[in-house]
DNA sequence: GATGAAAACACACCGTA
DNA sequence: TACGGTGTGTTTTCATC
């Protein structure tokens, strides 16, 4: 199940750079035959190495220019207080990310907003107002670096 | 440029989800035919909307069980010291985002590892030994919600 | 909506280590 | 036995009319 090889390395290191790219082309990038590289993705695919293929959109362009990073602490911590705060992240749109973290915070959020004076307008009226909010730390976003991380 | 109809965003909205999905089938769930949905998403294209589409994997099944996000505060703060920093970060395989923030931290890094020993191991000999690196705080992943975020 | 062209898939079969 | 190459039928998808 986890026996890969470099080869198969080094079509995830491909495939997660740009999911588009066809097994003809990914074969051709690391020395391989179409039908060699098709049996090598798929027998990846059953093995449930994919948890899926997201189209990133640009954020910038959709006229988002400001996103921000939140640390939340609850003020309360119920079952109740965590699911209430939960539904209530999941009804604004401008958040995309939700995440349930340990440690100093207890949930973490990525937040865009179209300019600093919007994303003021998110957190009072939005971020601030959300049950059993305590704590609120904010980072802004100056720049991102994806990479593929470990594969093996 | 940013002319966008709510057919746009529906169309945003499922391929966000899943990018595997062809024009007819995206035409079928948004009622549009297959030519006039190909249309949009082309239009959608050439405005240069997509970043990209890539591949998520599945962690867990590659053995790395642990998710931590990191908030770094460096202790000196030049020019340079961003430089080496982020030179000696991207050297580290655990690493699967550099994100280059404002506020109480300067870096927040997704780091994976096999299980929390192993995270320790990275901490220790990775994170803690990088240039200039001075308060480090961890947060570790519990549960994680996507969402497509605003579209227009 | 129909349709032709292009391409990508997916299998069979064989060779090799 | 496992893996790759070649060849090929079939399906899917694109892209225009």
Redesign the pocket.
Known sequence: MTDMDA?DQAILRILTADATL????VGRRI??????A???I?RLTQAGIFQGRRLDLDAEKLGFGVTVFLGVKLAAKGRTSLEDFERAVSAIPEVQTVEHVLGLYDYRLRVVARDLADFERVLRRRIMTLPSVGNVESNVLLSEERRPGPLG
């Open positions: 080869t066809k097994a003809s082309e020395g391989l035959s179409q039908p060699a098709w049996r090598r798929d």
